[in-house]
């Protein structure tokens, strides 16, 4: 069975702090694919990140950043000299098969990120 | 090119009333999912449609039934409501995808479904 666990509820920083999201996953696949979902206060879904499991590499965008390490089935998020905008919830979510299959998800984070 | 539409934005209904939930999708995707957001639970997957003609249970099935009109269309319909599905609903697409990043996300949301049943 698929599982995404983000044990962090709330997250709360000041405006120019890092603050990293965890995420840990669960699968007995051996392909699978990792996102990240951003919910601004508006509520609809932004697609950040689409991670295959056979790509190791970190990736960095701007201001965000995502360490994917297999050994700890763990894909983490870490947002750089965080701003007021950043404030969302953020969800972590995986895919057992190349696109034909449901997304299964953490149940996200609240970043508050306060001026 | 509006990706995956969802209507109604909001609704309000009354315990024991029935409304369907309207999602179609212009991306020619072959697989289409409702999800429910509740405050602290994520997003969970009620049904999906893997391919035309067929639909699958997903985690929190119970008190809904789907319809897959065609390949465009995937509707949610609630027979007799409950406050207990007080939610945010979210209809998703989603199309095979391979490799890298490139520009196919994979999967597309609507905007959501904002229920109240009273």
């Known amino acids: 069975a698929q599982k995404v666990t983000q044990a962090q509820t709330e997250i709360s920083v000041v405006e120019k702090e890092d603050v990293t999201l965890d995420c840990v996953y669960e699968t007995r696949d051996t392909t699978y694919y990792l996102f990240w979902y951003k919910q601004p206060p508006s509520g609809e879904l932004v697609f950040l990140i689409r991670?295959?499991?056979?790509?190791?590499q970190n990736e960095i965008s701007g201001r965000y950043s995502w360490n994917f390490q297999k050994s700890t089935s763990s894909f983490n998020f870490t947002i750089t000299a965080s701003q007021v905008v950043d404030s969302a919830v953020y969800f972590c979510?995986?895919?057992?098969?190349?696109?034909?299959?449901?997304?299964?998800f953490g149940k996200g984070t609240r970043l508050s990120v306060i001026a | 090119n509006a990706g995956v539409t969802q209507t109604p934005k909001f609704q309000v209904l009354k315990t024991g009333q029935s409304m369907t939930l309207q999602c179609a999708q212009d991306m020619n995707h072959n697989s289409m999912y409702w999800y429910r957001q509740d405050p602290g639970m994520g997003l969970r997957l009620i049904y999906y449609?893997?391919?035309?003609?067929?639909?699958d249970k997903g985690e929190v099935p119970n008190g809904y039934n789907v319809s897959r009109l065609n390949k465009r269309e995937f509707s949610l319909r609630l027979e007799s409501a409950a406050p207990s599905q007080t939610s945010v609903y979210f209809c998703?697409?989603?199309?095979?995808?391979?490799?890298?990043?490139?520009?196919?996300?994979?999967?597309?949301f609507g905007s959501g479904t904002r229920l109240t049943v009273v």
């Open positions: 979510a995986l895919s057992e098969a190349s696109g034909n299959t449901p997304l299964v």
């Open positions: 991670r295959n499991s056979f790509d190791e």
């Open positions: 998703a697409s989603s199309e095979n995808f391979l490799g890298g990043q490139g520009y196919n996300y994979g999967y597309t």
């Open positions: 449609s893997a391919s035309e003609g067929t639909t």
